[in-house]
């Protein structure tokens, strides 16, 4: 992980206190007080003025203040400093002024040392979300000379040309390529696992030489380099702070330039792959994709969040959560607080406001509630990661010890990082809330009750019940609502997931399942009004009888999407009747909703057949439609053969026919006229192996059926959609409200005595539902 660029926000300066008489003493710098000046590109109506302290710490002074710190050198007297001041700030500053404004600010905020001499006790600010544990790995001297062969690689030219191969080089790996064959490789050899690991930290650390260089060429200092801790993972940073000396397109080229450099190294590996062809390598081009990406969420202080301070001239985001927050109240526009930002600097906050804190709070419940069963996931993880470090040990491979380490902490450390953010978290805001309620009795016993109030939530959700450190399953949803709600024992009423109670019958003798060890059973509920129900004045439609293939969409969810696709092929030999239907039906009673029914049905007759009655029909019907799609689509085609087909004809109709399920599996949303093309094109390949098989010849009768429904024809471009019934099909669609019913009458094409048979086959129909 890499928090970058490690520039501490400024903190802004207290306001003056009143006037005091002027200070004896000659008032002098702090050692190691550093000037930036005016902040450039800001968002504040009046731009702030930014001082670095020796400890690093970024300060953001008001222009007096600010001038009256320049005009502090540790020899000018009190008049002497008001004086300055009031020729650089234009305005009249009084000796008492620059008396009270040292004693109240300055001297407070660490900037100018004590009355008697001696340095101030400066403490940084802490917040939440900070790296700790800082581990300085270069000075800023070392950190430049480092650095200042990689400004070269910020040229405008060489910038383009690398973008242009870092988007060619995504679009190969993720659309030609792909992962899988580096996926398989990686997880078979742990020693692949480790070299993809290593590389991906190494990467980290030249994300931040981006950074540095970024600086460096636009003309600010890179400082010290190190790592540190960040929710208790590995991190690196560098210090760009003196980047506040540059404009806004340059303090958004160091924030971006880690990003750059992951660029760099994804090209340079792909580059090494194309000379290897080391799959495994490209999983690390896929590591750098997923950094950047992650880089860039501006919810925390990472790359993204930098770049959108700088684009907006507002150095610390956070800071400004409660002006914001409190700025939106009616009664609080016209305050002088609430207008500090330019107003497009202060709508780009406030969006982030509204954005953010709803999702930190979502975030922060969520980890709540599922921590508990997230640690007993994790502890059964831990516990399998134990044992087969154990066997690897036994057998002495060091490369899959070290693997199954790996795993381990990234399996422990997410848990130890939520527990730290909690306990942060409660800590900081208890002190806070002492401290606000001091001397308020009244304020202090409502935060008494809310905390209590916290607590007992906090037991509710933690409270050590079976249900509630129970190891997360595979066959869970995982939804919100799993676990939001609590979970509610039904008798008789069970979901994948729940707990509840049922009677089911268990052979004598064998174990019985547990939560931990489930065992598949069948648990019949009814159907409790999942199924849609039947709002349409007139009769459903029978089900299909035996050799009949049928496609049955009924829409009543307002806003879905339903198909309904059944495709059959039906043998009849032996001398049966075809007394075959093939029907469509797409009833529709929704808003804003498409309703599709294709059925696809072919009847080869094998030798003489009696009766020959097929029968294709569709109906598509709006009731109370209201912006709505429905087609039925019925297609039948029927071919009457001199004898069965060969061993190769069969081998020919049987991969041809694979094609024909591939293709109903996949129709949903193509344009109409695709599926009228298609549904033809095969129709052909069918005729044509019949025709093309030398042991048969086709016989009396071939028919291709078709019945039309009224109404208008959805148009191809309307999404997702079916194409109307092409010729030898039959086609129902209506996009109005309303539309009657419609059925189209069957073709019969009789052939040889009337005596019927019964059908000796069945269709296979392959039904889709998408709701």
Known sequence: MTITPNRPPPEQDAPAAGVAEPAAAIPSRAQGIELIGAM?????????????????????????????????????????????????????????????????????????????????????????????????????????????????????????????????????????????????????DPGVLLLIVAVTVLSAGFHEFGHAAAARYGGATPGRMGMGLYLLWPAFFTDVTDSYRLGRAGRIRTDLGGLYFNAIVAVVIVGVWWGTHYDALLLV?????????????????????????????????????????????????????????????????????????????????????????????????????????????????VTAVLAQVALMLATAVPILATLYILIRLAKTSLVALWTKTRQRPGRRAVAAALVLALIGGLAWAWWPAPQTY?????????????????????????????????????????????????????????????????????????????????????????????????????????????????????????????????AFQVVLIVGESRVVVPQNLSEAVN?????????????????????PLSADGMTQLSRLWAQIVTFSENLQGLPLSEVQARLLDLEQQIKDVVKADSAVSPGGA?????????????????APSSAPGTEGSSTGATDQPGAPPSTGSPTQVPTGAPTPTPDQSTPTPTPIATP
């Not at 598949?520 to 999942?530: E, F, K, N």
């Not at 009731?623 to 071919?639: E, R, S």
């Not at 071939?702 to 309307?718: C, D, K, L, M």
Request: glycine share 8%.
């Open 285 to 397: 081009v896929l590591t750098q994709l997923l950094q950047m990406v992650h880089q860039l969420i501006p919810m925390v202080r990472f790359d993204g969040y930098h770049v959108l301070a700088d684009i907006t001239g507002v150095p610390d985001l956070f800071q400004r959560i409660g002006p914001t927050l409190a700025g939106l109240l009616p009664w609080r526009w016209g305050r002088p607080a609430s207008r500090t930002l330019k107003p497009w600097a202060r709508a780009l906050v406030c969006a982030w406001v509204l954005v953010v804190v709803p999702l930190l709070l979502f975030s922060l419940t969520m980890m709540v509630l599922t921590l508990p069963r997230v640690i007993a996931t994790a502890a059964v993880a831990l516990g399998e990661r134990g044992q087969a470090l154990g066997q690897e040990a036994a057998r002495g491979d």
């Open 470 to 598: 129970r190891p997360i399953q595979a066959y869970e949803r995982g939804t919100i609502s799993d676990v939001i709600s609590p979970v509610a024992a039904r008798p008789g009423h069970l979901t994948a997931g729940s707990a509840g109670q049922v009677r089911t019958i268990w052979p004598a003798g064998t174990e019985r399942p547990t939560p931990d060890h489930p065992q598949l059973a069948m648990v019949l509920v009814p159907r409790d009004g999942h199924a849609p129900s039947w709002v349409f004045p007139f009769s459903k439609p029978l089900p299909p009888k035996p050799g009949d293939n049928q496609a049955l969409a009924v829409n009543t969810a307002n806003g879905s999407v339903l198909y309904d696709v059944a495709f059959a092929l039906v043998w009849v030999d032996g001398g049966s009747a075809a007394l075959n239907t093939n029907s469509a039906y797409a009833f529709a009673s929704c808003k804003g909703c498409t309703t599709v029914a294709v």
């Open 702 to 718: 071939t028919s291709s059926t078709s019945t039309q429904t009224p109404g208008p024809v959805p148009a191809p471009t309307t």
């Open 623 to 643: 009731y109370g439609c209201v912006d709505c799609l429905t087609a039925a689509i019925a297609h039948q085609l029927v071919l009457t053969l001199n004898g």
């Open 40 to 188: 450039r590109g800001s968002g504040y109506r009046v731009p702030p003025s930014l001082v670095r302290r020796s400890d690093g710490q970024t300060l953001q002074l008001t222009p007096l203040l600010y001038a009256i710190l320049d005009a502090v050198d540790g020899e000018r007297t009190l008049p002497e400093i008001a004086a300055r001041a009031t020729e650089s700030t234009g305005r009249l500053v009084r000796a008492q002024d620059v008396s009270s404004l040292v004693d109240s600010s300055l001297r407070p905020l660490g900037l100018l040392t004590q009355p008697d001499g001696s340095e101030p006790e400066v403490k940084r600010s802490d917040p939440l979300l900070a790296l700790r544990l800082r581990k300085e790995i270069t000075n800023p001297d070392v950190t430049r000379r480092l650095t200042a062969p990689f400004a070269l690689l910020f040229n405008p030219f060489v910038v383009i040309l690398v973008v242009c191969v870092f988007l060619a080089a995504c679009w190969w790996l993720l659309m030609v390529e792909g992962l899988a064959a580096a996926t398989a490789h990686a997880f078979q």
